[in-house]
């Protein structure tokens, strides 16, 4: 049954020292089911196909996800435009379904519908101040008319276009998150960590981190350094993490996006539920309570950072109905040897192989 009236808001639930379960990667994993078309990676898909972006939501709220973000990436009028695949749909359509789709399922459970904008072609092109605010004003009114219950800035690869992003969210009086696509080095502009923090805070930001672009560990990292930025200059905001579900060791200031397997062949790469413990763990240590995921991470992955914080949040999700901890699952296996990998020994220890002799284990970033 839907949860009736205002649920706990996402700065009293992180102000509680809650920890907050983001939800995992939309445009990879509906590209990967036929929804999406990449390059353009554009979300059409909460018009065209709404039972599909319904599903994701849905599997990723039995997963453990306390927030739901709009499928609204890259949905400026102007970035829409440049896409060849849509046709007669503007981007108040889809900004309005992908509102309407993400409220449906949170309200399914106790999840917070956050409403997203990403980067603008026009920055890249322009830099002009005012055309690029217009465009997220745009994005915004629709996000208020449907009353989301906060705003995130993600994908941001430039710390000043994100400072031009918060301030004209924050003028809603909605809770603002913003999350830079960046390394340790810092944007594109080379602003360190610690200073894209500061930055992002003064711009009126409420929560700040990192998103996709580079693997778990790495985004903790780089969260551990904005952290840093914002002690020195006493400076005070929650912290956030949603990085890719893909392995990324060699990668530089590029990002994913450089690796040549990039985007059709990431597979290898693919991070295990095991992994996504080790993550959970480590980004709670540093201090992070809001804990999720981007491109790669798929439902069973917002899983594992559920369970893996279970002692903490209190309670498991649904989906751990059908999931033991630890491999427990196959204590009932009619193979003895396969009974032997319920261990959480045996799983935290395993080397997984990727079957194919004559791949490297890493590749060469391009820029
Ligand atoms: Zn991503």
Not at 72 to 77: E, G, L, V
Not at 139 to 164: C, M, P, R, S, T
């Amino acid at each position: 049954m839907a949860l009736l009236g205002r649920k706990k808001g996402i700065l009293d639930r992180l102000d509680a020292g809650e920890v907050v379960i983001g939800d995992g990667g939309y445009v990879i994993a509906l590209e990967r089911r036929g929804y999406v078309k990449a390059g353009q990676w554009t979300p059409e898909a909460a018009v065209e196909h709404p039972e599909a972006v319904r599903q994701l939501h849905r599997e990723f709220l039995r997963a453990g996800a306390s927030v739901l973000q709009t499928f609204t990436f890259y949905c400026s009028d102007e970035k829409l435009k440049i896409s060849d695949s849509i046709v007669n749909i503007t981007g108040r359509q889809i900004n309005e379904a992908a509102c309407d789709l993400a409220r449906e399922v949170a309200n399914e459970g106790d999840a917070l519908v956050a409403g997203c904008i990403s980067q603008t072609p026009c920055y890249f092109n322009t830099t002009n101040e005012s055309e690029v605010k217009a465009i997220f004003k745009k994005q915004l009114d629709v996000f208020l008319e449907k009353d989301v219950d906060f705003l995130i800035v993600e994908f941001f690869e430039h710390v000043e276009e994100a400072e031009w992003a918060i301030q004209v969210l924050q003028t809603s009086g909605k809770p603002v998150a913003a999350t830079l696509c960046m390394s340790p080095e810092g944007d594109r502009h080379g602003v360190s960590p610690g200073d894209c923090a500061v930055r992002l805070v003064k711009a009126g930001a409420n929560i700040v981190g990192v998103n996709c672009h580079l693997d778990p560990m790495c985004g903790v990292k780089t969260v551990k350094l904005m952290k840093e930025g914002l002690e020195a200059a006493k400076l005070k905001a929650h912290l956030m993490v949603q990085p890719l579900g893909f392995h990324t060791p060699e990668c530089n200031h590029g990002g994913y996006i450089s690796l040549p397997e990039f985007p059709f062949a990431l597979e290898s790469r693919a991070i295990t539920r095991w992994d996504m413990q080790k993550y959970a763990r480590e980004a709670y240590n540093a201090g992070i309570r809001y804990i999720g995921g981007c491109c790669g991470f798929e439902p069973y992955h917002i899983r594992a950072l559920a369970e893996e914080l279970a002692p903490e949040r209190g309670f498991l999700p649904p989906a751990s109905e059908k999931h033991a901890p630890w491999g427990g699952a196959l204590e009932h296996h009619p193979k003895p040897w396969i009974r032997l990998r319920a261990s959480r020994d045996y799983w935290e220890k395993l080397l997984p192989a990727s079957g194919r002799p004559k791949c490297p284990s890493m590749a060469t970033p391009e820029k």
